[in-house]
């Protein structure tokens, strides 16, 4: 049971863990922060938290944990803030999707590193804000675990407790491999499908272009209704990883154009049914989560 959990940023992440938490009987009191006076009204009014935090002391005292369900870019500033108020026992945690930049920035904000534990639930929508938060959004979901060098057992099973508390699976990377596998498998998509419908947007026929799309169109770029300023963050904050993807990807990208441009159906087909092999396995794997 976590007696008081602290959380900032109630929204789809922040809110869906509260929600999970309270479901399991995992936690008494839940105090949540937010930019968003209307959105942290909402929280409160739907039960996801039971008190809206004004004064960042009183909150914090006696907490057992606090969560930064935060994008990655606001996350420092939060560190700074709470840092001097934080007891030796509570527990910090976060779900950002970038760790060596976080970790880093809780080391220089926080007194008792022992107690960050470095977290990323691999769960989530294109839809944002605590009223798409729900019960359910961790089961059978990845929940990767970085834990550093620093970091106490004790934290760490508190952690681990509360994530497995909402149906989520554990798995543990290094911070240096997430950020380079996450480039490749997450942060990379993500670019592609803001890339391409800002491509479109762009054009002078858009209008038509758009009129004439279609689930094609659509499926490739769901995740471009994702928040701007949230994966803004995230491509700066693991801008050498990404870099290196995007050129990977470029050359892919040139290897297919040289084919189309010399007429080899052959090597185009090669790609095309290797990938639809590869996404195949992958889904019958348990991919399509």
């Excluded at 008081?4 to 789809?12: A, R």
């Excluded at 996450?182 to 942060?187: L, Q, T």
Aim: charged share 15%.
């Amino acid at each position: 049971m976590i007696k008081k959990l602290v959380i900032f940023g109630v929204g789809l992440i922040g809110g869906s863990f509260a929600l999970a938490l309270k479901e399991a009987r995992g936690v008494r009191v839940v105090v949540g922060f937010g930019r968003n006076p209307s959105n942290l009204k909402s929280a409160l009014a739907a039960g996801v938290i039971d008190e809206i935090g004004a004064d960042v002391p009183a909150a914090l005292a006696g907490a057992d944990m606090v969560l930064l369900a935060l994008p990655v870019g606001q996350i420092e500033p939060v560190l700074r803030k709470i840092g001097p108020w934080l007891a030796d026992s509570t527990v910090v945690t976060d779900t950002g999707s970038t760790k060596t930049n976080i970790i880093a920035t809780a080391f220089e904000h926080l007194t008792h590193k022992q107690q960050f534990v470095p977290a990323h639930p691999i769960a989530g929508a294109e839809l944002s804000g605590v009223n798409a938060a729900r019960a359910n959004l961790f089961q059978e979901k990845k929940i990767i675990l970085t834990p550093t060098q620093e970091t106490s057992p004790a934290a760490s099973a508190l952690v681990v407790g509360a994530w497995q508390a909402c149906g989520g699976k554990i798995s543990y990377l290094s911070a240096t491999e997430h950020d380079a596998l996450f480039a490749a498998v997450s942060h990379l998509p993500h670019v592609l499908a803001f890339a391409l419908v800002d491509y479109i947007a762009g054009r002078e026929d858009a209008a038509v272009l758009f009129d004439f799309a279609a689930g094609g169109f659509r499926d490739f770029t769901r995740i471009a209704s994702s928040n701007p300023e949230m994966w803004r963050d995230i491509c700066l904050a693991n801008k050498a990883s990404l870099l290196a993807e995007l050129s990977a990807y470029a050359d892919c990208l040139t290897h297919i154009q040289s084919a189309l441009a010399a007429g080899d159906g052959a090597a185009l087909l090669k790609i095309f049914s290797n990938s639809r092999a590869a996404r195949n396995k992958w889904l019958q794997g348990g991919g399509s989560d």
